[in-house]
Structures are given as structure tokens and as C-alpha cells.
């Protein structure tokens, strides 16, 4: 069996960092006011990020909740486990760079604890 992976989550709005290693941003939509060049990406994995449906529904009024985040996390596995072509692609792009070398998913949700990318990160150490 292989080594658990060892992947980092970071807020894009931060500056990139040398412990950063490959940097993934994981969300459906580029984030307002990060440019390009100083997100310094090793790609974009949309086909990871939550359906648009399940993101705006999460980020409405409920966010805040433990039940709405419990709700969120299991939608988006579901979504994860039934993942297309594009989800399997994204997934080995993401899996040959942390047997490389450190991984950091990045996400622009203002909440540290609640966002895509820690419910990701939980996926990926769980499959």
C-alpha cells in the first residue's frame, strides 16, 4: 500500500510559499483580485471543485450551520465518487504531483475550516 498523501490547504489570497510545492486551485470559479502570475498554479482542477448547484447552495444562508457542512461534505463526496472522465484526469494530474513532492490545494472561501478544499483534502485521504 502506498504512503498517505500529504496535501497542504491554503487560501489563494496568500502569497505562494517555497513549502508550497504544486499549487491546485480547486475552485469552479477564478477568484477576484488573484491574477494568474501570482497564483503560480501548476494547474487549475475545475472537474474537482463542487458542481455549481452544491457551491451556491452551500454558500448561501446555511454556511455558518454544522448540519449544512455535514450536508455539504456528503454531496460532495457523492459528487466525487460518480466523478466523469475529467474528474479521473484531474485526480491523476493531482496524484502524480504529490508523489513528487508537496501538494497545496488552494480555494478563495473566506472560512478557513469550511470549504471545498479541507472537504477535498478529507475526500482524498478517505479514497
Known amino acids: 500500500m502506498a504512503a498517505p498523501l500529504t496535501i497542504a490547504v491554503k487560501r489563494i489570497h496568500e502569497p505562494a510559499g517555497p513549502g508550497d510545492g504544486a499549487r491546485f486551485l ?3 470559479l477564478w477568484p477576484r483580485g488573484v491574477s494568474k502570475e ?12 463542487p458542481s455549481d448547484g452544491l457551491r451556491k447552495h452551500f454558500h448561501g444562508e446555511t454556511a455558518d450551520s ?39 490545494l488552494l480555494y478563495a472561501a473566506k472560512s478557513v475550516e469550511r470549504n471545498n478544499a479541507v472537504a477535498l483534502r478529507e475526500w482524498l485521504a478517505r479514497r
Open 26 to 28: 480547486v475552485d469552479r
Open 38 to 49: 501570482k497564483a503560480a498554479l501548476a494547474a487549475w482542477l475545475k472537474p474537482l471543485s
Open 66 to 104: 454544522d448540519e449544512a457542512w455535514d450536508m455539504f461534505r456528503l454531496d460532495y463526496f457523492a459528487e466525487l465518487d460518480a466523478g466523469d472522465e475529467a474528474v479521473k484526469a484531474a485526480l491523476f494530474t493531482l496524484d502524480a504531483a504529490a508523489q513528487a513532492g508537496p501538494v497545496t
